[in-house]
């Protein structure tokens, strides 16, 4: 006999399925997956835990503010649950491995756009969750990267414990040092803490169960994993990333969105984390329809609920009309992640160049770095490198720059020493760890970069049967290198970095991208230089670019563009001697 709201999740799964309630692709993933894990044998479908959530929070919950469809007040009414918001909990709670007491999911990433109750659907399912596993001695935590948007979610909290007539039951703390909320019962009990996400200060905590509110924002990932880190003496925990999108491609919250989709299309397994992404759908170069109404319905699984057709439409309409409503309509209404304002270039563009060009290479996008090398050293490509060397312990870069029937190729790496990462990748936001797991940098076992082993990198590549002609770099911190490259016979070439040398590179690269010419890889490390790059027009309208701000990087984009004025100055030289000829 199934449970009334597991009948629900299950027709709320077929009319996604089906298409008979308009969803993205990636809820159609997650929707597919949920019915794959009912077949898989690995898996036991409880719903009995999900069903005392879903109830508990229906029947005990209501709202604090807010107003229906038809403009009546809802504060004091029930709270009632959205077919999507029971699916993510039957998701979280009703699945089991085989043959144990143990949840599938003990992580969750979940991505919906502003205004579809994500805060007071977190501040819930907490209450919830800490009667669930009283008798463990349930401790939550309500994180986010302010504390003012934790808040949100306890005050809510303290609303419905006034509602419910026991608020003196519970031990409360609300002051400057902590915001908690405690309770004991003859079987257990359980906390709920509000806290900022403040890697700084917290080193000692103990939870199974944390919302970590408002991703986007969180600057470093350190944020995020000290909480994921305090669950370790649990067996059922959970840690639920929530959010909506931003404006930086460089953010942990985008990153996690990028690995969540490789979930969702199979490309990563990851058994233990859940996914759900509502965004509107994007055309080949990122582009939107975002003022269709099937699109907002799309991306929002409360269309029609508690998100206004009409007014969302309104909104769509003034982002047509007034571009600088566009980049917030996009990414709090349709959940589009969009460029930061000072960044030149448009992601969407090189991804979707990228894809085209895998296509006509026939190269697998979900492919190791390594096998997608292998292919290209295959094809009859004259090879032309650029190296941007750091002065002593910072990011190292260098590219393999070719032309292969109209596409540009760049082969990038980058170096960087381990002595200094662990830092680095915490002040600055970099993913250098990642990068070296999918090898795209080598961590160089000393307190600066060796930049033999970039030599060594470019000789291996020719081992491997790259024909690399010429490889260009800027002298200044060079002369170790070169006396290195000239041994291995190497024919190199010094670049300045002069801009009106550096746009030729550059203004090739962005051509190439918009004409879906250009691949890169799919490297990470491109793409995240790539996302810092600004473009500056001085008095005499003269371009150069630069980095962002101070804690960015560009040097695997500088590398690339380095290549790329080596092939474009050779293939002149090749011209005009035939000429001359």
Known sequence: MKYKNETIVLEYVESVLSGKKLACEEIKQSCQRFRDA???????????????????????????????????????????????????????????????????????????????????????????LGLLDRRSGSTIYITSAALKQSLESFNFLL??????????????????????????????HFK??????????????????????????????????????????????????????????????????????????????????????????????????????????????????????????????EA???????????????????????????????????????????IDPYWPAERKIAELVKLPIQWFGGTDLSKLHDLTAAALYGEHKGMDIVIPHAWFPIVEATAKAEEDSIPLFGWQDDGWLTMSNAPT????????????????????????????????????MKREGFQISDQRQYDWVKVQGFRRIESKAKNGEFYYLGAEPFEYCLANVRSVENLQEKMHYEKVDDTSRIDVFDAAVMAACQMMEHKELSESIKRWL
């Open 449 to 484: 970069v060796n930049y033999a082993e970039v030599v060594n990198w470019y000789s291996q590549m020719r081992k491997r049967g790259f024909r690399i002609k010429q490889v260009g770099h800027d002298r200044r911190f060079a002369k170790e290198y070169m006396s290195l």
């Open 320 to 362: 047509q009309n007034d571009p600088q409503q566009r980049k917030d309509f996009l990414a709090k209404s349709l959940n589009v992640y969009t460029a930061a304002i000072r960044a030149y270039f448009n992601m969407s563009e090189f991804q979707a160049s990228n894809e085209k060009c895998e296509e006509r290479l026939g």
């Open 38 to 128: 009912l077949e898989d044998e690995r898996f036991e479908f409880r719903p009995k835990d999900a069903e005392f959530v879903c109830q508990i929070i229906e029947s005990m919950m209501v709202f604090d503010k807010g107003q229906d469809m038809d403009g009546n007040p809802l504060t004091n009414n029930p709270f009632q649950l959205q077919p999507f918001e029971k699916f993510h909990i039957f998701n979280l709670l009703g699945l089991f491995w085989a043959g144990t007491q143990r949840r599938r999911f003990t992580e969750a990433f979940i991505m919906v756009p502003r205004k579809n109750n994500k805060t007071r659907f977190s501040a819930n399912l907490c209450f919830a």
């Open 192 to 317: 709920i803490v509000a806290l900022a996400a403040n890697p700084d200060s917290q080193d000692s905590f103990n939870c199974n169960y944390a919302i970590a509110d408002e991703l986007h924002a969180y600057k470093r990932a350190k944020q995020y994993n000290i909480i994921r880190e305090a669950m370790k003496s649990y067996t059922n925990k959970l840690m639920v990333g929530i959010t909506t999108a931003g404006d930086d491609m460089n953010s942990f919250g985008y990153r996690r969105m990028k690995y969540g989709q490789k979930v969702l299309a199979g490309a990563v397994t990851a058994d233990e984390l859940y996914v759900f992404i509502a965004k509107a759908p994007e055309g080949e170069n990122g582009e939107v329809d975002y003022t269709n109404p099937e699109i907002h319905e799309m991306a929002n699984p409360s269309y029609g609920v508690i998100i206004r057709p009409w007014e969302i439409m309104k909104d769509a309409v």
């Open 159 to 188: 609303y419905n414990l006034r509602h419910q007539g026991e608020y003196d039951k519970y031990r409360i703390l609300d002051n400057n040092n902590e915001h908690s909320i405690y309770r004991e019962f003859p079987d257990g």
